[in-house]
């Protein structure tokens, strides 16, 4: 059963890099069957898919993240991180990694990671 | 992109209704549809896959239909438990993955 815990920073400041790590258990991130997927939540608003990325280490972006957006995968760890630079107050989220069996539906998900942008 | 159309945004209903939430995509999408339930705090739940095929653990109740670009997903007899959010979410191949707007299931 494949399980999924974000990590990271909980404040960031405004026009710096905002780091996630989705640490992975049930599965290697390697294994090929499954791609790795980060999506956010602001406060009282809907779910947004940030990206993905492959055992290959081949990445789909959300086109409107991404100039700023990269997702990267740690096999020596079995993690996979995100990086979002130039973050404003619009970055304010709850920040979720998710897993997906390849070409199909995200599951499992990770309980959130809530990262607030602010000086 | 595939856009999503969810709606209503907003549905008021009682225990034991019966209520239908419809998610509309821009372009085909065969039956490559999910929906998730979503309490507050807590990460979405799937519930239906396949556009109809019912996660497993999740009560008969609720049922999923629909393929190219129109979806349903219904609940047949409202419990306490199924007051929540509600989205539905594309994974067409080759596609970047969009969710609908979300649906907010309240007690009336």
């Known amino acids: 059963q494949v399980q999924l815990q974000e990590s990271g920073p909980g404040l960031v400041k405004p026009s710096q890099t905002l780091s996630l790590a989705c640490s992975v258990s049930g599965d290697s991130i390697s294994s090929g069957n499954r791609y790795w997927s980060w999506i956010r939540q602001p406060a009282g608003k809907g779910l947004e898919w940030i990206g993905r990325i492959y055992a290959s280490g081949s990445t789909d972006y959300n086109p409107s993240l991404e100039s700023r957006v990269t997702i990267s995968l740690d096999t020596s760890k079995n993690q996979f991180s995100?990086?979002?630079?130039?973050?404003?107050?619009?970055d304010t989220a709850l920040y979720y990694c998710a897993s997906a069996p390849l070409g199909t539906w995200l599951d499992p998900w990770g309980q959130g990671t809530l990262v607030t942008v602010s000086s | 992109?595939?856009?999503?159309?969810?709606?209503?945004?907003?549905?008021?209903?009682?225990?034991?209704?019966?209520?239908?939430?419809?998610?509309?995509?821009?372009?085909?999408?065969?039956r490559r549809l999910a929906w998730y339930q979503q309490k507050p705090g807590k990460a979405p739940k799937l519930?239906?896959?396949?556009?109809?095929?019912?996660?497993?653990?999740?009560?008969?109740?609720?049922?999923?239909?629909?393929?190219?670009?129109?979806?349903?997903?219904?609940?047949?007899?409202l419990q306490p438990d199924d007051f929540a959010t509600y989205y539905c979410q594309q994974y067409n191949i080759y596609s970047p993955v969009t969710f609908g707007q979300g649906t907010k299931l309240e007690i009336k």
């Open chain 1, 82 to 90: 995100l990086n979002l630079n130039s973050v404003t107050d619009a």
């Open chain 2, 1 to 30: 992109d595939i856009q999503m159309t969810q709606s209503p945004s907003t549905l008021s209903a009682s225990v034991g209704d019966r209520v239908t939430i419809t998610c509309r995509a821009s372009q085909s999408i065969s």
């Open chain 2, 47 to 77: 519930l239906i896959y396949a556009a109809s095929s019912l996660e497993s653990g999740v009560p008969s109740r609720f049922s999923g239909s629909g393929s190219g670009t129109e979806f349903t997903l219904t609940i047949s007899s």
